[in-house]
């Protein structure tokens, strides 16, 4: 995967002015510059997963049984937790790295109790998370993993959990989590494979409204691709543009990943599915392949959807078997193959804030998620101290102007195509208090939430904007800004910026918000406009053909 904010740490801000106005078109900085500066590190992750691959596939990935799956799930879970699968990268260019972080107290946590437990990892929490470390790797080490062995384990993480939420997603509790505890119950094979069809039908369902193949396919799926990126002339007109065909074949897929959890599910072991099985596998080779991954989960899943397949093969279960007698599993499923992801098609918010994002309901990368930025004033910026004190006044320094800011493009790419400084050229003048764009143009300075995450404290390997865990960088943010001598934001000294997702049923614009953050929802320093969607073919044509004056729109 490309981490997103990670490109931007990594390079140099020296030359931003020189380095923005040379390109035509914020598509072809996200092409040509970003995609060739993220290929090598990308060519390096792909070879490590095929080395990782040949490794378990001669030694774990050979037994197809119970106790091996979960065995499996337990080490790709653990590794998440550690933030050693492809948060690595991350890690790297953050503060401190991902679990050094949880095992000091001090550091900066998110607690799920925020009024009732402490902002900063306490004792507690810290030996928590060591004792569910040590525990895990025991187990892995020992092979054990009986239903006691697997029901501490999950014990024992979720504790350390609650002192910080960023772990809990980190791990990507809907993509392992849930299916390692589907195995403590009735037919746990079976109710592996059907969690799995239902992740294929609902992943495939919901980039249907074309953000994926009209946006993310093109320019984060393949352009961040090891192989694929050196195909885009083939898949881009020479305005960088995705062209029809490749659009084509990006909502053919989506299709496919529908279908095949669909097939999984109504059919037969054996029989008809069997064929979904195997589109389902082929999808994931292409990924692994072609796409920018991630790569680890990918062989991870590969492996569970033949391990459980072939598991009910041998005990007699279909797709059919849950509606017969769903036993003891029928409600587990229900909750996390059916309830959940379908809150999501009808209100995002609601599954961002409560059930962990988009992620619940369909892979990373699906596009249409969540986008925030802050923008504070850079003669605010005093203080050193804290753990994002002297972070804004490095990017303070030297910083001259919003519009040459080389964030604003990446900004367009994490947002699915939304041409952010052109909202905030449409809509500063409320939330700021000023009347004049270049005398907010010279005040202001972008900071990117994902910046933010990637250069400070490491809250949360697998971002997503909607979670709780993006407003504890604006309290960390604020507490920065404000003085000793007066606790409170002076007006006007950080603003945020929020580009909603978009709901799947019924979404037809997409909502923006630009607001002081000293101010409450209902005050006038409030910006809100519902703009077409960004990924729209004219939209992108618009922009391109436009080049860099489309940014003054």
Known sequence: MVVPGLLETMSPRGDVRKAKKDWASPLEYI????????????????????????VLGCTVYRRFDLPRLRWVLMLHHLLAALGLDEALLMSLSAQEPFALRL????????????????KQQSVFGATAYASFVILAIYQLILYRVSDQDVSVFLALFLLACIFDRGLFHSTRPSDILKFLAATLLQEPALNVYTLLACLYFWSGLYKLRGFFHGF?????????SAISWYFRHLYLTEEYLPRPAVCAFGAAGTWIEMLAGLGMILGALPG?????????????????????????????????LVCSAKLCLEQGFSGRSLWKDPGSSGLYLFIFGVGIPFIGTLDPETLGRYFGGYRMATFHFAGNETYRALLVKKAAVVAEEGPLGQLLRDRAKGYERLTQDEDMFTALLYADGLNVEGSLRRGFQAPSGLTDFDEFDRTYMFVPITWLNCRGPLLNTKWDESLPVTERFVELVCETLASSDEPRLAPGTALQFVAHVVPWLGGRRKRLELFDLTASKWSASRWVEHVELPWLPHMLRSMAQSGLQSMLL
């Open 103 to 118: 095992l000091r107290p001090g550091a900066v946590v998110t607690p799920w109790a925020p009024s009732f437990l402490p």
């Open 31 to 54: 092409v040509e510059k970003m995609g060739a500066e993220n290929l090598r590190m990308t060519q390096g992750r792909l070879l490590a997963a095929l080395v990782w691959s040949f």
């Open 272 to 304: 008809s599915s069997e064929w979904f099985i195997l589109l389902a596998l082929a999808m994931h080779v292409f990924i692994f392949f072609f796409g920018m991954g991630p790569f680890r989960w990918n062989v991870m899943t590969m492996y569970m």
């Open 216 to 224: 993310m396919f093109q320019y984060q799926f393949l352009n961040f």
